[in-house]
């Protein structure tokens, strides 16, 4: 079955970076582009972007343009997002999504997402 | 950016209970996607392209909507239900999601 496993929790301090990896299994990984997905706490979803997983080239929604870099390992089926310059309001759970076309672009795979807390 | 507005922001049902959910954009959409998310979950594909149910979902869901209108019904609340349901476009860039509504048992 359809799996995207996500790393563990981070707790980091502002200023450092952070590396989230997604996992895909039980799918081919190139053929369905991986979008990426913010969740802060008590708070709704906010789109960060997708990667098209074939190419490897990356779009970003406009509030997630400069510090956030999304990239592929393709031989390990795994994306990653990588948060750089840490601030107190990039706490939060994120979620990586496979995007799947019915009629229209719907992420029907989800991972459990990973949290990262930024304190001093 | 197509902004989707989620109405009741919260509602409380009993068992049994009819319940519609709505999600208003400010402009036109041609398909709408829902999604439930449970407290401590990651958000499920629930109702795709406006009335198409995921597999495994219950029949008491169902979708409607066209153009600016769209809305997630339960014909009889059950206290599996209880859950955030969000809405989602990509009619048009960027992808935008609905603020959610969270749904709760009474």
Sequence with gaps: ?120 | EIVLTQSPTTMAASPGEKVTLTCRASSSVSYMHWYQQKSGASPKLWIYDTSHRTSGVPNRFSGSGSGTSYSLTISSMETEDAATYYCQQWNSNPLTFGSGTKLEIK
């Design chain 1, 1 to 120: 079955q359809i799996q995207l496993v996500q790393s563990g929790p981070e707790l980091k301090k502002p200023g450092e970076s952070v590396k989230i990896s997604c996992k895909a299994s039980g799918y081919t990984f190139t053929d369905y582009a991986m979008h990426w997905v913010k969740q802060a706490p008590g708070k709704g979803l906010k789109w960060m972007g997708w990667i098209n997983t074939y190419t490897g080239k990356p779009t970003y929604a406009a509030d997630f343009k400069g510090r956030f870099v999304f990239s592929l390992e393709a031989s390990a089926s795994t994306a990653n997002l990588q948060i750089s310059n840490l601030k107190n309001e990039d706490t939060a759970t994120y979620f990586c999504a496979r995007i799947y076309y019915y009629s229209s672009f719907v992420m029907d795979a989800w991972g459990q997402g990973a949290s990262v807390t930024v304190s001093s």
